[in-house]
T-cell receptor, first 113, second 113 residues
Framework: DAMVIQNPRYQVTQFGKPVTLSCSQT?????MYWYQQKSSQAPKLLFH???????NEADTPDNFQSRRPNTSFCFLDIRSPGLGDAAMYLC????????????FGPGTRLLVL | KQEVTQIPAALSVPEGENLVLNCSFT??????LQWFRQDPGKGLTSLLL?????REQTSGRLNASLDKSSGRSTLYIAASQPGDSATYLC????????????FGTGTSLTVIP
């Protein structure tokens, strides 16, 4: 059974057109993360939620926002996508901060035209 | 800032061979280290998690070791199979940095039938 679900799996948007990516989890984990992974690069953490507490990485562009309306769902909003934002976006969860395993979803591949 | 390196970037082996993938990190003060597998265009699958107090973890044909003092981890795959073909990433979690995982760029493994 899928534990971390991402929708859609593929998203095409136009330059400057806002887009929202969705992540849901059935694990009831406290922490949810969003990573950006460009081709042949390591995943880069954008931000994470610890419960309702939002934690932004220092170098995450303002163009990226996130919402977590409840424990199960977390959204990544890209307000004005640029060509450089084309990437795989990975959602992950962990039970708690610290020493737990991170569980990843299948990712959403974003294409910006 | 923690830096994680994986060498080689790509590796091809014949089926049945035992192999070792390497991961090195610059700051030995880590909380844990996790090995992941990523198939093309897919998300990350957790393989093994080693806590800082542990030396190794095993799961089936996989064995991961950790030497914190030298800043190294290895992933040993026994009796490789074509289905093992994927990119293998390691990630370290330093203590006291919130929730950041630092990823290497991975080793792309091809097992030739």
């Amino acid at each position: 059974d899928a534990m971390v679900i991402q929708n859609p799996r593929y998203q095409v948007t136009q330059f400057g057109k806002p887009v929202t990516l969705s992540c849901s989890q059935t694990l009831n984990h406290n922490v949810m993360y969003w990573y950006q992974q460009k081709s042949s690069q390591a995943p880069k953490l954008l931000f994470h939620y610890y419960d309702k507490d939002f934690n932004n990485e220092a170098d995450t562009p303002d163009n990226f926002q996130s919402r977590r309306p409840n424990t199960s769902f977390c959204f990544l909003d890209i307000r004005s996508p640029g060509l450089g934002d084309a990437a795989m976006y990975l959602c992950a969860t962990s039970r708690d901060r610290g020493h737990g395993t991170q569980y990843f979803g299948p990712g959403t591949r974003l294409l910006v035209l | 800032k923690q830096e994680v390196t994986q060498i080689p970037a790509a590796l091809s082996v014949p089926e049945g061979e035992n192999l070792v993938l390497n991961c090195s990190f610059t700051d030995s003060a880590i909380y844990n280290l996790q090995w992941f597998r990523q198939d093309p265009g897919k998300g990350l699958t957790s393989l093994l998690l080693i806590q800082s107090s542990q030396r190794e973890q095993t799961s089936g044909r996989l064995n991961a070791s950790l030497d914190k003092s030298s800043g190294r981890s290895t992933l040993y795959i026994a009796a490789s199979q074509p289905g093992d073909s994927a990119t293998y990433l390691c990630a370290v979690r330093p203590p006291n940095t919130g929730n950041q995982f630092y990823f290497g760029t991975g080793t792309s493994l091809t097992v030739i039938p």
